[in-house]
């Protein structure tokens, strides 16, 4: 292969970026759903495992929220140990370790087991995310890979819908003295063990290795990556830390309003379950198609909106909507009955997803690029947050109070705190602030590969 003194053929090189794209994405979209599965499927098996464990409303929500602990503490050694092995080596291992973990969820005795095992789960999983943003750093030009991204995250508002009654037909398999929910988490946990398997085969580590592109798209690939890497390294900018980033007041205020939005996603999706089998005698497939309608309604809204702020641009005011939405949603589940809070969910899930869509734009405004990924990567994991204290905080109210009226209040509340304060973030950096100020030292830009 030549050296890479002279530029790739624009043409060449958009024909090999559509190439990777259709050879990775759709395994790629598959792991998504496989992943999200395995992480929010203990939301159908709560009433079961209360029942046969004796596992009640704290232990559940504690259980639940567990999982974000162990992701958040081993994330960082598996990026290190990512960019060491390569993306197609680590990856393979993250799904085999993940799916024997929620394999194991089968054998959970009591609380101190579901404990360990949801927090093993999280450590098993940590790097996932970050796992497949590096294959693309490897594989995709800077200009191609927010399109491939938006095509893996679909993944996730996928599986929100197909979730439900996946588990709700796996919960009425019987045999071999296991319970449904056994069975459950074993099929589950099994499917990312043979997608593994399908991941080592399929991936390739380099463009080099792969066999399906010509030698001229290789030539294309290999030559525009490395030069937006030599660009990188020839800006010398140093890696930002995380309380430096936090030190500036924008940031703190992006991380906050994520992290209201994020709360209300997962208290919705941990619980929505266990509000359903309110509504009347259902079973658990019913349950599960139910627990799709909400998903359904807010991926519709998640286009519809965007569509119109794409059109009337004021972003802050498209996510304070939103989050008024999903405060009102949020607050009218308390005030009916069992049919009207779902109804009322519904309507709330409208809001916090297409919060969580619109929000992103705003940071990517206000961001210098250099920086943008590591940003984006503090702001998504302080959101994740949310999904510890979100399932902790309704399940120690259910036990103390036999409501979670209290959590669906503090919800609301947090959702119209975020409203008013979305409107003192900005979108574009503020031209007159000094290079001699805090702000500009908390925003010196770091390489983009310093995302986690």
């Not at 109804?343 to 990517?364: D, N």
Request: charged share 10%.
């Amino acid at each position: 292969m030549d050296t890479f003194h002279n530029p790739p053929d624009p043409a060449v090189l958009a024909r090999a970026a559509a190439k990777v794209k259709r050879h990775v994405l759709p395994l790629f979209v598959v792991m998504f759903i496989v992943n999200y599965i395995d992480r929010v499927n203990i939301g159908f098996v709560r009433s079961h495992m209360e029942t046969d464990l004796g596992i009640g409303a704290a232990a559940y929500g504690l259980g639940a929220g567990l999982f974000f602990i162990g992701y958040a503490i081993f994330e960082v050694p598996s990026n290190l140990l990512l960019q060491r092995y390569g993306a197609r080596a680590w990856l393979t291992r993250i799904m085999f370790t993940w799916g024997a973990a929620a394999m194991a969820m089968a054998f959970v005795q009591g609380e101190t087991s579901f404990y360990v095992l949801r927090f093993i789960l999280g450590a098993a999983e940590a790097g996932f995310f970050p796992g497949i943003i590096y294959y693309f750093t490897q594989w995709l030009p800077a200009a191609e890979r927010g399109k491939a991204m938006a095509v893996f995250l679909s993944g996730s508002a996928i599986a929100s819908v197909i979730s439900g009654p996946v588990s709700g037909a796996l919960l009425n398999v019987s045999g071999l003295s296991l319970h449904g929910w056994q069975w459950m988490f074993l099929i589950e946990g099994f499917a990312s063990i043979v997608l593994c398997g399908f991941v080592w085969c399929w991936l390739q580590s380099h463009p080099r290795e792969a066999t399906w592109l010509s030698a001229q798209e290789k030539y294309a690939l290999v030559s525009a990556i490395d030069h937006e890497q030599q660009a990188r390294e020839a800006a010398q900018v140093s890696r930002p830390s995380m309380f430096k980033l936090l030190a500036d007041k924008q940031i703190a205020l992006f991380c906050f309003i994520y992290f209201s939005i994020a709360l209300t996603i997962y208290g919705a999706t941990f619980w929505l379950p266990s509000m359903i089998k309110k509504m009347g005698n259902l079973g658990d497939f019913q349950v599960g198609l139910f627990n799709s309608i909400p998903w359904l309604i807010s991926i519709v809204a998640m286009y519809g909106f965007a569509s119109l702020a794409s059109k009337w641009k004021h972003q802050q005011a498209w996510v304070a909507l939103m989050l008024v939405i999903a405060a009102l949603g949020m607050f009218m589940s308390t005030v009916g009955g069992p049919v009207f809070a779902f109804v009322a969910i519904c309507f709330a899930a409208i809001g916090f997803k297409a919060a969580s869509a619109l929000f992103w734009p705003i940071p990517q405004g206000y961001l210098d690029a250099r920086i943008a990924a590591a940003v984006i990567a503090l702001i998504n994991s302080v959101g994740n947050l949310g999904g510890f204290v979100a399932p902790t905080t309704f399940g120690l109210l259910e036990q103390t109070t036999g409501s979670i009226e209290g959590g669906l209040y503090g919800l609301a509340a947090t959702s119209l705190v975020a409203a008013v304060l979305v409107f003192f973030a900005r979108t574009a950096p503020h031209g007159d602030v000094p290079p001699t100020s805090a702000h500009h030292h908390a925003l010196r830009p770091g390489p983009q590969g310093a995302a986690s």
